[in-house]
């Protein structure tokens, strides 16, 4: 019988990072990470993985029921707000005690001319016409931005695009850069005029928000949806401490 049965939701580097903790500082206690199934080839977490959807917060409190879970860590991405929303409900409904990983949002600082706006819809109305933003945003936020053919905007994917995309749009194939240098690069050889993109917070994007205050360039981003309240912190060490 372990001492603790813990659910980890995950489909993020701090999921799969806090997986990895958790088995070794907590040999006893059996740990359930759960993934969306989105990715392809998700990079694989340590311990028990179960993916797919749980059947909205019912579905997912039945889970806590059926599997005795004792504790319920949500380490969800900061814009996976339905996910978030359940977990809040399913543990509230079962007394399962929950804790909410999240990383820092970005802040600006005195040289960063953003524009913080609430929705995809509201970045793409902030963009001065004829101007060519670098919209690093993920294929499935793209929509939005398809009814302003005056736009000339460069994209960035990991993958070629599978469906035509929605707009016409200079396709730029890798990863984001951690260098900010390649970051100007970049923005410096497709003239881009704004840059466009999610409040995601952490260090894997970040360059590009420095390399626009470099340029001077004006970002629009997307405000982060509400977290459900409840305990919540930003440190891997603090939910291994919580477990603890
Ligand atoms: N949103 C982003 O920008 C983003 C970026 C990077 C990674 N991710 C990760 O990708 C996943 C899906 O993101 P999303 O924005 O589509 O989330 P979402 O809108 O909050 O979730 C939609 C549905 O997907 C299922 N789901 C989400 N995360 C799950 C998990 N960890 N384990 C099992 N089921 C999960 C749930 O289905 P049921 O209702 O059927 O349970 C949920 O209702 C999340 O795990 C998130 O951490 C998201």
Do not use: Y
Not at 80 to 109: D, H, Y
Not at 173 to 202: K, Y
């Amino acid at each position: 019988m372990p001492a603790e049965t813990i659910l980890l939701l995950a489909g993020t580097a701090e999921g799969r990072a806090l997986a990895e903790r958790i088995s070794e500082e907590r040999p006893d206690s059996r740990l359930v990470t759960a993934l969306a199934g989105r990715t392809l080839f998700p990079k694989r977490p340590a311990g028990e993985v179960r993916v797919g959807g749980f059947g909205g917060a019912e579905g997912l409190a039945r889970f806590l029921l059926a599997e005795g879970v004792t504790r319920l860590v949500d380490a969800t991405h900061p814009f996976a707000a339905g996910i978030a929303r359940n977990a809040a409900q399913a543990a509230s409904g079962t007394g399962v005690p929950r804790l909410k990983l999240l990383r820092p949002a970005w802040t600006p600082g005195a040289r960063d001319r953003w524009t913080p706006v609430s929705c995809l819809g509201a970045a793409r109305d902030a963009l001065p016409e004829g101007a060519r933003p670098f919209l690093a945003l993920g294929r499935q936020h793209l929509a939005p931005f398809r009814h302003r053919s005056d736009l000339r905007p460069v994209l960035r994917m990991v993958d070629p695009p599978e469906e035509p995309l929605p707009f016409l749009a200079d396709l730029v194939l890798g990863l984001p850069s951690a260098d900010p240098v390649e970051e100007i690069a970049l923005f410096r050889r497709f003239g881009v005029t704004h840059l466009v993109c999610r409040n995601s917070g952490g260090d894997a994007s970040s360059a590009k928000l420095v390399a626009a205050r470099r340029l001077g360039l004006p970002v629009v981003i997307v405000a982060r949806p509400v977290s459900p309240p409840g305990p919540t912190v930003s440190e891997l060490q603090e939910v291994l401490d919580w477990l603890s």
